[in-house]
């Protein structure tokens, strides 16, 4: 019985050995690629920037390890803390595509630095304490999501955003943008989702919103417009449309009942 027992024991231990070498090799070929030096050092100034203080520069940034992307928990979508990257480049090397960092407490700023990522298209930093503005250095991205919705961003929202032509999705939400929507958004043709309540926003909506033809999200209530609602025309997409306190005068137009609401 003993010796049946060790046997077995044995196997098992052998067994063992063989799996994790096995998924050891297998690991490490997912984790082959790697950031070039100039990505890892602006990633230190963004880590400085937004006030992040628990990224492991020892860790590979790209591998896959739960420092630098911490698996979502189903129960907790508010919360997020993941940085991915795609290696599918030559020679191993690896860029940052997306960074989402959602209720991380974070006390910095929007990070210029953000730029310094040639491959960023994904930018998610809802609900933490970052103040300021939008970055200059970000009007040379190519951002197509963008999602800075609930910090203590100030200020107009700046006419450089309108560079981002890339951008599929703006969230602005509940910060304290004031002033005017800037006509230059007009020029973000690939806009899907435009949300801007909860902010003290004013004057009139921009005639050159109408050059958003691929919108199917608006949202703009809770804040301090004037003039009427536009005409809708050329917002045949538009799907969800939220103008609640949002300060602008009715009649919703004849075209209202064209929409899929
Ligand atoms: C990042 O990668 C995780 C795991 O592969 C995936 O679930 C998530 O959607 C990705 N996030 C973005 C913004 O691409
Ligand atoms: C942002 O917060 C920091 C630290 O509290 C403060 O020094 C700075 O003046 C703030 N900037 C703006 C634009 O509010
Ligand atoms: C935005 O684009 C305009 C027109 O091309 C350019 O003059 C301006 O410098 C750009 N702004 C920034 C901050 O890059
Ligand atoms: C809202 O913006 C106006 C200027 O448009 C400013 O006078 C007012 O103080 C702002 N209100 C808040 C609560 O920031
Ligand atoms: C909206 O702005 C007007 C002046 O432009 C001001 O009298 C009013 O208090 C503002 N309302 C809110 C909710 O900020």
Not at 74 to 100: Q, R
Not at 199 to 215: A, H, R, T, V, Y
Not at 216 to 229: A, D, I, V, Y
């Amino acid at each position: 019985m003993t010796i049946i027992l060790d046997y077995s024991l044995r196997l098992l231990v052998t067994l063992t050995l063989i799996l994790s070498s096995l998924v050891f090799i297998e690991g490490t070929g997912a984790q082959s690629g790697y950031l070039p030096k100039d990505e890892v050092d602006a990633l230190r100034e963004i880590a400085e920037q937004l006030g992040k203080r628990d990224w492991d520069f020892s860790l590979n940034p790209c591998d896959g390890n739960p420092n630098w992307a911490t698996p979502m928990r189903a129960e907790m979508p508010l919360y997020t803390n993941t940085l991915n990257c795609s290696c599918s480049f030559p020679d191993n090397v690896c860029h940052v595509v997306s960074i989402s960092l959602k209720g991380q407490d974070l006390d910095g700023v929007l990070p210029p630095s953000l730029a310094k990522l040639p491959h960023i298209k994904y930018i998610a930093l809802f609900r933490n304490y970052l103040n300021g503005t939008i970055p200059s250095e970000w009007a040379s991205t190519k951002l197509e999501y963008l999602s800075v919705g609930v910090n203590l961003l100030s200020g107009r929202i700046p006419t450089y955003l309108g560079n981002i032509t890339s951008l599929i999705y703006v969230s602005l939400e509940s910060n304290m943008f004031y002033g005017a929507i800037p006509a230059e958004l007009g020029k973000l043709e690939s806009l899907a989702s435009l949300i801007l309540n909860a902010n003290n926003l004013s004057g009139e909506l921009p005639m050159e919103l109408n050059n958003l033809i691929k919108l199917q999200e608006l949202r703009l209530s809770s804040n301090n417009f004037t003039g009427k609602f536009p005409s809708l025309e050329t917002w045949s997409h538009l799907e969800k449309l939220e103008i609640q306190g949002s300060g602008l005068e009715g009649p919703i137009p004849e075209s209202f009942s064209f929409l899929r609401i």
